[in-house]
């Protein structure tokens, strides 16, 4: 099931959704750089992947600028609403936050503000020229992909409950199929004002105003005060080395560092010693994941309001101790419990003739995010509020103007001061895994990027918001791997071949000669487009 891996030397783009990847072609060649080319595939997979991401949700750019040689990053999370507070859902019986609704939907979404900032530093072509393919596809349509029916399908009950999700994805009170045509009128309004007017009209002019006045009425916590005052925030990026590759992440709330304490973990292991297909390497990587797991869940969240002690955590020394005590414990699974994580999520990535790269990934949170449209505006709202706690004693608890523990977390590694890889995932809890599979596969394996994101993948605790604590894996291994697990302690739990669980990756490797090798996760609709 291997996709053809384009190989080129002048550009390459690899999205999760094929007309995302041809638009990011087109900026290219209408003499856009990777910025530009990242900003209109971002809102193009707002329209063609509506189940995944869009207006309503957050974005995490991580880019290389070629010509300053510097690696930087953007965090486009949204914070929480000044009326949002845990005494607030206490005082309505609540022992939590509602997974789905509009008491789900209190962050400010920071999709449009990340690309206006990264265009206002970056972009080379018009503004309005990047947002032109993205209003086309919403205004006149285009074929349902087999991911998106398959989660319409997985959450039709949502889709009906709601009259602007049922009009859009509905005909005749029944599901629209696989290719028929989706269009999004209100969707494409929106975005023509966003065109016309900046990122502005989104939060601070009339499209903030009817998203507002829409959840007040409906009972929601956003106000305009929220709108107005948001801000992304450019950031420095963490960075580990792996046999002598530098890897970079992004710094909390993302959960990027914990994907660099895996790896230097595994860096006191020779890992390609270990036969890939084996029992011996699912048990390696779990353990080491729930070391990273049991920190991050200690300790991310928004690091303007809680100290997160990220120099020990990425120290040598600590990873040494972390992977002591996994040689000391006796050959089972230890118990790791977290809350449900969301992965509906979409990673894209670019790299220009010049050299510039970017490794960007964006999210509604869940399929669907809140499952809660304002007013007429066509922008699904997203619900990555729900995951904060209503428990003050945790690092992770609902506060005022705070960012969310987030999952998105994109990834470049360089070698030598240059760019080597750009990669990552859908998944919640499954990005650091499935990047820690793509990341080994690669660089301790000697594998191509495609075959690496082809690999049989795992995920480990609980993702696409739902209860359990197993180790599922796809089931292409020998019966041996998954008898020896279960023998071992892990609670395996074998899944499809090539299952949707494990999430959408993508990727690209520039080689020592700089032809650039890209690749799509066959589990999705993606492609890679190279020249």
Known sequence: ML?????????????????????????LQQGGNAFDAA?????????????????GGDAFFLMHDAAAGAYIGFNGSGKSAALATPDFYKAKGLQAIPQRGILSAITVPGMVDTWWQVWEKYGRLPWEKLL???????????????????????????????????SLFMADGVLLK?????????????????????????????IMQSVVKSIQQDGGLLREEDFQQYTGEWVELLTTTYRGYEIYQMPPNSQGFTALMM????????????????????HVVSEVIKKSFKDRDLYLTDPHFREIPLDRLLSKTYAKELWNDIQAEPLKASEHLSPAIGQDTAYAAVVDEEGNSVSFIQSLYFDFGAAYVPGETGIIMQNRGSFFSLDTACANALEPGKRSFHTLMPAMVSKDGKPYMLYG????EGQPQTQLSILTGVLDYGLSIQEAIALPRWVYGRTWGEDGDALKLEHRLDSDVYTRL????????????????????????????????GAADPRGDGLAIGW
């Open 3 to 27: 996709n053809i891996m384009p190989r080129a030397e002048r550009a390459m783009i690899a999205t999760p959704h094929y007309l995302a990847s041809s638009v990011g072609s087109a900026i």
């Open 39 to 55: 900003i209109a595939i971002s809102a193009t997979l707002g329209v063609v992947y509506p189940h995944m991401t869009g207006l």
């Open 132 to 166: 032109e393919p993205a209003i086309e596809y919403a205004d006149k349509g285009f074929p349902i992909s087999r991911n998106l029916l398959y989660w319409m399908r997985k959450d039709e009950s949502f889709i009906r409950a709601s009259e602007p999700l049922s």
């Open 178 to 206: 696989e290719g028929d045509r989706l269009i999004q009128k209100e969707l494409a309004q929106t975005l023509r004002q966003i065109q016309r007017e900046g990122r502005d009209a989104f939060y601070k002019g009339t």
């Open 263 to 282: 790896m230097n973990m595994l860096e006191n292991i020779e890992i390609s010693q270990i036969p890939r297909a084996s029992a011996n390497f699912y």
């Open 425 to 428: 995932t859908q998944g919640g």
């Open 486 to 517: 279960k023998k071992w302690g892990h609670r395996v739990e074998p899944v499809n071949p090539w299952d949707g669980i494990m999430g959408q990756a993508q990727g690209i490797v520039i080689d020592e000669k700089g032809f650039m090798s």
